[in-house]
């Protein structure tokens, strides 16, 4: 059947049978081979190492939420990149940030990207901000058995609710486990650092100045207790990854807006090395 459809140019029928409109079942269905939790992992003598990304945050602000990550990927106590991307648009209304072994973490985002394209295709409206977080979930736990493995993925989502009118955050464990988080919450080898530095200077009514300015302090605050984390490094002219996600939709900060962001930060690091104390700025 393969055959005869490379040959007349037509899709296989599976392509035209209704099913489901989950892309995820479809492929397990059809091509289970392809799913990264479904691949059989080489064996290996000695210690295994791959990439790893870290640290996301994120914080709600009144109108929304703000979702922010380092550039560092480390592997083992070497640098491996220095620019690496981490915090990525799901679709129109939601943002995900990638911590844990970057390359299953990056295609864990793209299948997500698809899964909620395919759906909204095949019915004709978005899933709620709920049931995308719940998809994400199903993914993260089918690859419980290369976490087993020393190959975890942990990523953070935010979103803006349509249907609330408000930001919300999810976080996960390695099995699936899905946690809703009130104002703020970070992810990743720095996450007890940033989280305690998020937890010193958030407020409920911060704006959406002031909680892009929050992220970026709690990455600065990450990266220096944490070695994996990286810090706005001005030299190279690499900052942060900032989305914010408001009734508008997603919105990245561009360089120049990251760049002006951190060099505030680091401007205020040189009065204050430990950061400020109780209210932002």
């Keep these: 059947m393969e055959a005869n459809s490379r040959n007349t140019g037509r899709l296989p029928a599976a392509f035209l049978t209704p099913g489901s409109s989950s892309f995820m079942d479809f492929l397990g269905e059809h ?16 210690t295994f190492e791959a990439p790893h990304g870290t640290t996301i945050v994120a914080v709600t602000f009144e109108g929304g939420v703000v979702i922010a990550g380092d550039r560092r990927a480390t592997m083992g106590n070497m640098i491996s990149q220095r620019d690496m991307e981490k915090v990525f648009p799901a679709d129109e209304y939601s943002a995900v940030g990638i911590a844990g072994t970057a ?7 793209k299948l997500f990207q698809l899964e909620l394209e395919h759906f909204e295709k095949v019915e004709g409206a978005q899933l709620s901000l709920e049931g995308k977080a719940n998809r994400l979930s199903t993914m993260i736990r089918g690859n419980l058995g290369m976490a087993m493995q020393g190959l975890a993925v942990v990523p953070l989502f935010a979103g803006y609710d349509v249907d609330r ?12 486990g899905r946690f809703e988080e009130q104002g703020f919450t970070a992810t990743g080898s720095g996450s007890v650092f940033a989280r305690g530095s998020l937890k010193k200077l958030y407020r409920d009514d911060l704006t959406q100045e002031q909680a892009v300015t929050l992220v970026v302090q709690a990455l600065y605050d990450a990266a220096d207790d944490d070695s994996a984390t990286g810090g706005p490094d001005v030299a190279r002219r690499i900052y942060p990854i900032v989305v914010v996600i408001t009734d508008e939709g997603v919105h990245r900060l561009t360089g120049e807006q990251s760049s ?19 209210a932002l700025l």
Excluded: C, W
């Design 260 to 278: 002006e962001v951190a060099h505030s930060v680091v401007q205020h690091r040189l009065e204050q090395p430990d950061g400020p104390r109780a």
């Design 103 to 109: 390359g299953l973490a990056v295609e864990m985002v």
């Design 165 to 176: 009118g408000r930001g919300r955050i999810f976080s996960y464990d390695v099995t699936g």
């Design 31 to 46: 091509s289970p081979e392809l799913l990264p939790g479904n691949r059989a992992l080489p064996v290996v003598k000695g």
